[in-house]
């Protein structure tokens, strides 16, 4: 953002050529020489966040870009904007620019929400949660087809991270016995929605999940 830029009359995007004036949001492009020699300045349309980017080249959701949706969730869904003036100006910014990708993927956090809950209450609740409160090792491993399922957990949560290729997404749960009704969620991402639902549906459809000790597994998605 410029400081004591004085902007001049024609100035023009260098990527889109549009013109920007007064009071647009703008970013200033230096030379990579370092001696400061202004390269162009770049509108806000066409300087998009990276992960917003990358998000929009390969469909990959990360976890950091998954909270940014749950936060737009709050902001733009359950408090209709009217809590917008209550955010730093650059995340108010963020939420607005991006604001059909962010609610894009407040739906896809929705959908592998509620294929967590399935998975919670066909694997976690039955018998993974007393096979984990009998261990006494924190680390344990399980193959699900092509998938690998890590365990690990402390303080009472439980993180049970699915791994396929490239991709992971990682689920929280309780360990606490009394608790018979889903309440866990995701925890980690770094999939494509679609993929993460695929991963997750694969494994709840699977008859049993067999975890066995792996020492190697330290803090799975983690
Ligand atoms: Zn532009």
């Given at each position: 953002m410029g400081k004591a830029y004085t902007l001049d009359k024609k100035a023009k995007c260098g990527q889109c050529k549009n013109p920007i004036k007064e009071g647009d949001i703008f970013t200033i492009i230096y030379a990579?020489?370092?001696?400061?020699?202004?390269?162009h300045l770049l509108c806000d349309n066409c300087e998009v966040d990276d992960m917003i980017q990358e998000y929009r080249n390969t469909g990959i959701v990360s976890s950091k870009l998954s909270m940014e949706a749950a936060m737009a969730e709050v902001h733009l869904v359950e408090f209709k904007g009217d809590?917008?003036?209550?955010?730093r100006a650059d995340a108010r910014h963020f939420l607005l620019k991006y604001k059909k990708d962010l609610l894009e993927l407040v739906e896809g956090n929705k959908k592998i929400g509620d294929a967590i809950q399935k998975f919670e209450e066909k694997h976690w609740l039955p018998y993974i949660k007393k096979y984990w409160n009998d261990a006494t090792m924190r680390g344990h491993e399980a193959k699900i087809g092509d998938m690998k399922a890590m365990m690990w957990g402390s303080a009472g949560r439980v993180l049970i991270t699915l791994e396929k290729g490239k991709y992971d997404l990682t689920m929280i749960f309780s360990d606490?016995?009394?608790?018979?009704?889903p309440n866990g969620g995701q925890q980690g991402i770094h999939a494509p929605v679609s993929i993460a639902l695929d991963m997750i549906e694969t494994a709840t459809k699977a008859e049993k999940i067999k975890f066995e000790v792996e020492e190697k597994v330290k803090l799975a998605g983690l």
């Open positions: 990579d020489d370092g001696s400061g020699k202004i390269e809590s917008l003036h209550r955010l606490y016995e009394g608790q018979t009704t």
